[in-house]
């Protein structure tokens, strides 16, 4: 069995204009571990938007990132108002953030669509009034 | 095309990133809109947008953008700057708006 390094993040729900410390962390991490380049760019992008939709949606969360020899795991969980109804947030352009979000360069509807397509696998597990856990892989 | 091109063409000042100048560079994207740009701009792109704050820097960060043109001669708050100049980012100014910036670009061959 291969070796699994082991990152993990509190990501804070205030302060939006910290959002993405995490992701920039992991990428950086990922660099000096010499993982190729355009991985590194799908786990770090798959990453942000997951961590922008944790301060917008949830008032922040968790991250953890796994990495082994052939993949990278993202898991982000947050104990946020849970998504209503998955399909429709996974539809191109759909977003309930606030305008004020959208004022700040977020919010077109772009987030959880653009996680799937920079990951191989995501899983979305929620629950209203409960939260939001999203597990995303990336291979090598 | 090489940065210090664009800079030239847009009468801009650099405000981070002078050693990037003569980075080349294929392609630029332009929006407002950074769920949009982490959508659809390739890597390595010039990112051309009027929004300031300090995810525009993250953002680019995520794409390996080495070059970010601000646009409309917005004032850049100090906190962009030092997120810009940590990642060795190339920050350029511009008075001009975001359709004569794209169309001075394109038409040079960008």
Redesign the interface.
């Known amino acids: 069995m291969s070796e699994c390094l082991t990152f993990e993040y509190q990501v804070p729900g205030d302060d ?2 910290r ?2 410390e995490a ?2 962390s992991v ?1 950086n991490k990922l660099k000096m571990m010499g993982v190729d ?1 355009g991985a590194i ?1 799908r786990v ?2 798959a990453m ?2 997951g961590e ?1 939709n944790m301060v917008i949606h949830a008032g922040g969360g968790a991250i953890k990132v796994m990495v082994t020899d052939d993949n990278i795991r993202i898991i982000l969980a947050d104990t946020g108002p849970g998504i209503p109804d998955v399909e429709k947030a996974m539809q191109l352009g759909y977003s309930t953030a606030p305008e004020e979000v ?1 004022s ?8 959880l ?2 996680m799937k ?1 920079y990951s191989d696998n995501m899983q979305i597990d929620t629950e209203v009034g409960v939260g939001t856990t999203v597990t995303m892989d990336i291979h090598l | 095309m090489v940065i210090r091109e664009i800079k030239a063409l847009l009468d801009a000042q650099v405000l981070s990133g002078e050693q990037m100048l003569d980075h080349e560079v294929e392609e630029a994207f332009a929006s ?5 740009v ?2 659809f701009a390739n ?1 390595h792109c010039v990112l051309l947008t009027g ?1 300031c ?4 820097i ?2 680019a ?4 953008v080495s070059c970010i043109v601000f646009v409309r001669g917005k004032p850049l708050d100090s ?1 962009i700057l030092n997120l810009a100049r940590a990642r060795e980012m190339c920050v350029l100014h511009t008075e001009k708006g975001m359709y004569t910036t794209c169309g001075i670009l394109y038409s040079s061959g960008l």
């Open positions: 939006f204009t959002a993405g992701s920039s990428k380049s760019r770090a992008i942000y938007e922008i959208r700040l360069g977020f919010g077109a509807g772009m987030g669509p653009n397509k | 407002d809109m950074m769920s949009d982490l959508a890597p929004l704050n300090p995810q525009v993250r953002t960060e995520m794409l390996d906190e």
